[in-house]
């Protein structure tokens, strides 16, 4: 009896855009897919895949495609424009000579899962005839907002605009100072919806019930599905073996200097205080956090990355030995489910964001810039996990407000609302991953259609 030939699996090729708070959503995702069945490859840029700390062990693969700056990647070119320019003509290049090395090694793809940021992306799967799958990192309010601008039915207000308000089915009204910054890379942000209606799937770092009324809204057209919260199982529904953190660390966390310091802290008691991977905050709004942080009740941890370290004020960690510690990188879901934090003061980049309703921790929102306000304001207003800072005329955020919003969420009565709240959407989180929850049916949905 002649043996049946074993059927190899579904192939998808993860394509995040090069940036770290991109690439964990991603990574996660894809231990997601390889635990129901899908070979996985993810692909990096070169520069990516070189600033790697470690080698991740675990059953994706990794590949790399150039963004034409296989050196010193973002930060080599000499503007945004020129980047993003390059990324899109060397990334769509590199990645299609990618997908035909691994056809010629006998491991075809079936799929590309590329980041909203890259929507040439879809061009080079079409090219291939490969199903197109976008994962959006940014949360569904923000991309609705965005989808909106490039429809031309609202525009963002610019910095000197008369205040107004901004109105859209679905959201609530958002006055000029909570919306999402227009950027100098704004095309890049509107240009994600040029071709999204063709794409196969249209996925969400996210979960239903976080964002069911924007949810609703969606266009018909897209496929939409919830796949998050992309946080390592561990820390979620521990059913993926081993999955207990990121495993790509472009910077190198403290680990230890931040545990021993934390455990001999009293519950509850530590603000974690960190801006993400990527702002630079100016001079003077490092100051007032400083100042904020100095003069508040609570012991503090703050991470400031090696290339900020020169805004501190001078004696500032003389000054604060005991009371705060000063790190270059941290492990942050650890951090945040460490006992002794009781608070985290946040950019509000998305997926500090969402690890923070995942882990119930509650948020003193400092967003500085993007989709960062319209996320504090989401904090704040509609889920109700935090509170968030008003910029002065000079967008600079005084130590004295940071420092009474600490107080707020520490010991005040709406810290103790916050709280409540807060330990709802960890539950709702947990839920939506767990077996049967909305984002691990969605997940199945994806593999079921994969696979047969
Ligand atoms: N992060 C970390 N250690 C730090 C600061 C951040 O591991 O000291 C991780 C954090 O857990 C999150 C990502 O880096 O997954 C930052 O993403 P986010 O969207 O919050 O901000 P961005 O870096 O994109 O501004």
Request: proline share 6%; glycine share 6%; with cysteine.
């Amino acid at each position: 009896m002649e043996l049946e030939k074993k059927k190899s699996p579904p192939h998808a090729l993860l394509l995040p855009y090069p940036a770290q708070g991109h690439i964990n959503p991603m990574l996660q995702f894809s231990k997601r897919l390889v635990s129901k069945g899908i070979k996985v490859t993810l692909a990096n840029t070169v520069c990516i895949s070189n600033s790697m700390l470690s080698d991740p062990k675990s059953l994706i693969s990794f590949e790399t495609y150039s963004d034409g700056f296989d050196q010193g990647g973002y930060a080599q070119a000499e503007s945004v424009d020129i980047y993003l320019s390059s990324l899109r003509t060397v990334g769509s290049r590199t990645l299609q000579d990618l997908i035909k090395k691994l056809d010629e090694s006998g491991n075809p793809v079936n799929v590309l899962i590329y980041d909203g940021f890259m929507p040439w992306a879809l061009d080079v799967a079409s090219k291939f005839g490969l199903v197109k799958a976008v994962f959006f990192t940014q949360s569904c309010a923000v991309n609705y907002i965005y989808y909106n601008v490039y429809k031309g039915l609202i525009s963002l207000p610019r910095p000197g605009d008369n205040p107004s308000i901004i109105s859209i089915p679905g959201l609530p009204l958002f006055r000029s100072w909570e919306t999402p910054a227009p950027l100098d890379y704004l095309d890049l942000i509107v240009n994600q919806f040029s071709n999204v209606d063709d794409a196969d799937w249209v996925f969400f770092n996210a979960f239903q019930k976080l964002e069911e009324e924007v949810l609703g809204y969606m266009p018909e057209i897209w496929k939409v599905r919830t796949v998050g919260p992309t946080l390592p199982s561990m820390y979620l529904d521990k059913r993926l073996e081993d999955d207990k953190d990121y495993a790509i660390n472009l910077f190198k966390p403290n680990d230890e200097v931040c545990m021993n310091w934390l455990n001999d802290k009293p519950s509850g008691s530590v603000i974690y205080v960190s801006f993400g991977s990527f702002i630079t905050v100016s001079a003077e709004q490092m100051e007032e956090i400083a100042q904020g942080l100095k003069d508040c009740n609570h012991n503090f941890l703050w991470v400031v990355r090696k290339s900020e370290e020169e805004k501190l004020p001078k004696n500032f960690i003389n000054e604060i030995s005991g009371k705060g510690l000063v790190v270059t990188w941290s492990p942050q879901l650890e951090i945040l489910t460490h006992k002794s934090v009781g608070c985290f003061v946040t950019h509000c980049g998305f997926n500090s964001v969402l690890e923070a309703i995942s882990l119930g921790v509650p948020m003193v929102g400092i967003p500085q810039w993007t989709d960062q306000p319209a996320n504090a304001k989401y904090v704040e207003d509609v889920w109700g996990v935090g509170v968030r800072a008003r910029p002065d005329d000079k967008g600079i955020v005084k130590g004295k407000v940071l420092q009474s919003l600490i107080t707020e969420v520490m010991e005040g009565e709406k810290g103790k609302t916050i709280k409540t709240r807060a330990a709802n959407w960890k539950n709702l989180a947990r839920e939506a991953v767990d077996e049967g929850g909305t984002s691990d049916s969605n997940i199945n949905e994806f593999a079921a259609t994969l696979l047969h």
